[in-house]
């Protein structure tokens, strides 16, 4: 402004106002400069709070007490190759044929027995009775019976008839009384005598 002041001046002493109004007249280019402001100050650090009043005093160093730490030698472990075993050639084992089957365990052997007998002798043998003589009866009786240890006959029945008529009884019943008073020869079970039954068939025949 103030070299504006001066040319304006000058322009009226020396008579080139009219120029200079004639200059002035002429457009005038206008630039507004922005002002360039200063960086804003950095901001304040943080600094630590001020330590407390009246704080203990802080304990005196101890040093650690001294550890003595035993090293353990590590075992050196030695490894030593092996060859291995020669390989073998598998053979397979023949197969044996089966053998026979087995026979299931016999049966125990049943006991052995003997059967009780009886033998008639002429002093024995039973008679005939008038009736059945003149009848002419021949036939055959059978008689079962229960012999005990000793030999003696306890029972006596008749399984087998002589026949239907009244003499053919008289024939049986002598019959069973002839068993029953004869002794005979016990049975035996093992080789021990035991009490068993038998059968005994008497003939009766005319002579």
């Known amino acids: 402004m103030v070299g504006l002041h001066v040319i304006l001046a000058w322009a009226i002493v020396t008579g080139n106002a009219k120029k200079v109004v004639d ?3 002429g457009p005038i280019e206008t630039k507004i400069i922005e002002e360039v402001k200063p960086p804003p100050p950095p901001p304040p650090e943080k600094l630590p709070p001020p330590p407390p009043k ?3 005093p802080p304990p005196a160093w101890v040093p650690p007490p ?19 075993p020669p390989a073998q050639e598998f053979k397979p084992a023949a197969a044996t044929p089966p053998g ?3 026979a299931p365990p016999a049966p125990p052997a049943p006991p ?4 009780p007998s009886i033998r008639f002798g002429e002093a024995d043998k039973p008679e ?3 009736a059945a003589r003149r009848a002419e009866i021949e036939c055959e009786v059978v008689v079962s019976y229960v012999m005990e240890t000793t030999g003696v006959i306890t029972e006596a029945n008749v399984e087998k008839s002589c026949g239907s008529s009244r003499e053919h009884k008289q024939l049986d019943r002598a019959t069973v009384d002839a068993v029953k ?3 005979g020869k016990p049975g035996t079970v093992d080789g021990k005598a035991e ?4 059968r005994v068939v008497y003939v009766w025949k005319l002579e």
Request: charged share 10%.
């Open 66 to 84: 001294e550890v003595n730490v035993q090293v353990q030698q590590q075992p050196t472990i030695t490894t030593q190759s092996v060859n291995p």
């Open 23 to 25: 200059v002035v007249k």
């Open 54 to 56: 009246n704080l203990p």
């Open 100 to 102: 026979p089957p087995t």
């Open 128 to 130: 005939y009775t008038p």
């Open 112 to 115: 052995a027995r003997t059967a």
């Open 195 to 198: 009490r068993l039954s038998g």
């Open 181 to 183: 008073a004869v002794r």
